[in-house]
């Protein structure tokens, strides 16, 4: 007998929570504007409202909607609402220049513009030859503040005119979902497209316990911004498993996201390491743990095991790496302790498991490989490039951009630098454009970083290459000391040298810096770094 032939969309996702989980919230906290509850269902009557609306604006089927808004309820509406009604979903990065916005809006042909009151100045200043293609811009509001944009709308009252029922339409599987660009960091931002199916089946593998493990009981905050590779996936697998979910709308707050942690009875966290940087100083200062926290899922980056270590030994809070890109939708890989290591003790997790950047999860394919194209064995040294492939891995960008990262057998060239283990987890050394070569060897920028940030006196560390004469480059360490302490560049290689490093792996300068800079995403800015003048000793 056959089997019944259903489309893998978004319908799938977004149907599920208010059959099944109508009670459930969903909680946005607003800083000093208060906090807003709703459940599942009436986050589905809103959904479907938002629909109806789009086709009043007479927004076509297949074009695209941006978002220029933080975490919050209303962007849950818009993710599902711009594509169940046939729409495609593209998610503006709100820490770009006005400038940046502007290109890729202007690239991605948006249609209509959904913002948050809040950010509708940083609109005005998008060049306004880069908004000619938008037709309609809509305030997440319930009214339009004066502004030199004409013609703005208030989201309110666009759905309260609605019906609350929307007629599923029939949308291919394969027909585009979502639109993400890339950070840009090595030239012009390309554009990742979604497809229904490929979100489907990743939101089905992030809810699964070899991905995120996020389940019908579980209250999930994702301090991953919505508009940065759809959350992790999290809004849509929380959605379709009937999770709770928490956001936390504006810039990253420690106090509030800690006090979020405790009152909603958070059981699973996202955010970058720098996130779980500064919240670790608030934790300490409470002194106990969330209750109902499982664990902390982090990405983005490779956190500094010294991190891992004090979340585990100072809170008892596992810190679970997870590995991903943009183009991967982004869940690649997520580093859980496989059966036979129950019995392993705290050390030897750490360094086999904790420490690695992932195991690849059920559909990924991964393969590292030497610049050659030849696979390479994971035996725990060898370092080549890492690629992938795998249902919900895109096989183009956006108008054809970046047609070089993709081999002729199906793979992704991730220009991650990464190291497969025996135990079959594979860590990020280096982003190729980031490790530094030295007499011909190579040297490990993030490895250094973490080791760095062992130190008790260091708060952040960022490792880049400066050229060397003689050998080629060498590595300069800019460093981020915690209040009241000093080091010297002595004691910083004598710290390395007691950790494994050998004396040509070790820093020939560091610079003391007031903060590390960060991407729009929360990872430091090497290329920032690399151009920035100042003493060094």
Not at 201 to 213: C, K, R
């Amino acid at each position: 007998m056959a089997m019944m032939d259903v489309q893998l969309n978004s319908w799938l996702l977004f149907d599920h929570a208010p059959r099944h989980f109508g009670t459930t919230e969903v909680v946005t906290h607003f800083g000093p504007e208060g906090v807003h509850r709703y459940t599942y269902s009436d986050f589905a009557r809103r959904t479907q409202q938002l629909m109806h609306a789009l086709d009043q604006l007479g927004i076509t089927k297949g074009e695209r909607v941006a978002t220029l808004a933080w975490n919050s309820y209303r962007h849950l509406e818009c993710y599902f609402g711009v594509p169940c009604s046939g729409r495609i979903l593209h998610t503006l990065n709100l820490r770009l220049s006005p400038a940046e916005l502007g290109w890729i809006i202007a690239d991605a042909d948006d249609r209509a513009l959904l913002v948050d009151l809040d950010l509708v100045p940083l609109l005005e200043r998008i060049p306004a030859a880069d908004l000619r293609g938008v037709e309609r811009i809509v305030v997440l509001s319930e009214r339009v503040p004066d502004s030199s944009i004409p013609g703005l709308l208030a989201y309110e009252e666009l759905l309260a005119e609605q019906p609350a029922s929307y007629p599923p339409p029939d949308i291919d599987e394969r027909s585009p979902l979502g639109l993400c660009y890339t950070s840009g960091t090595t030239g012009r931002p390309k554009g990742a497209v979604y497809t229904h199916r490929s979100t489907v089946l990743h939101s089905l593998v992030a809810s699964s316990a070899a991905g995120l493990g996020i389940g019908p009981q579980d209250c999930i905050l994702p301090q991953v911004p919505m508009f940065h590779v759809n959350a992790w996936g999290m809004p849509y697998a929380g959605a379709a498993t009937g999770a709770k979910q928490v956001f936390l709308a504006g810039p990253l707050d420690p106090r509030c996201l800690v006090d979020l942690l405790f009152e909603e009875q958070v059981t699973i966290a996202a955010g970058v390491p720098t996130v779980w940087l500064t919240v670790a100083e608030e934790l300490a200062r409470r002194g106990h743990r969330p209750p109902a926290l499982r664990y902390i899922i982090v990405g983005g980056a490779q956190p500094p095991r010294s991190l891992i270590e004090r979340y585990q030994n100072e809170f008892d809070i596992p810190i679970v790496q997870a590995w991903g890109m943009t183009e991967t939708s982004p869940l690649g890989g997520v580093a859980w302790p496989k059966h036979e290591m129950r019995d392993w003790d705290a050390e030897r997790l750490t360094t086999t498991v904790r420490t690695q950047a992932g195991l690849p999860v059920p559909g990924i394919s991964v393969s590292i490989r030497d610049a050659a194209g030849v696979e390479l064995p994971f035996d725990g040294k060898t370092m080549g490039e890492l690629c992938v492939r795998g249902p919900w891995v895109i096989d183009s960008y956006w108008k054809g951009a970046g047609s070089e990262q993709f081999t002729a057998d199906g793979w992704f060239r991730t220009g991650d630098i990464a190291v497969g283990s025996p135990e079959g987890y594979f860590v990020i050394a280096d982003r190729t454009k980031d490790l530094i070569k030295s007499g011909g060897e190579w040297i490990s920028s993030v490895d250094l970083e973490a080791d760095i940030m062992a130190m008790p006196e260091v708060a952040e560390a960022a490792v880049v290459a400066m050229p060397d004469p003689r050998w080629q480059e060498r590595p300069l360490a800019f460093v981020v000391l915690r209040s009241g302490a000093t080091v010297t560049l002595e004691q910083l290689r004598e710290h390395l040298e007691k950790r494994g490093w050998q004396r040509w792996q070790l820093p020939d300068r560091v610079q003391i810096i007031d903060a590390i800079p960060k991407t729009s995403v929360g990872k430091f800015d090497k290329k920032v770094l690399r151009g920035r003048e100042g003493s060094v000793s």
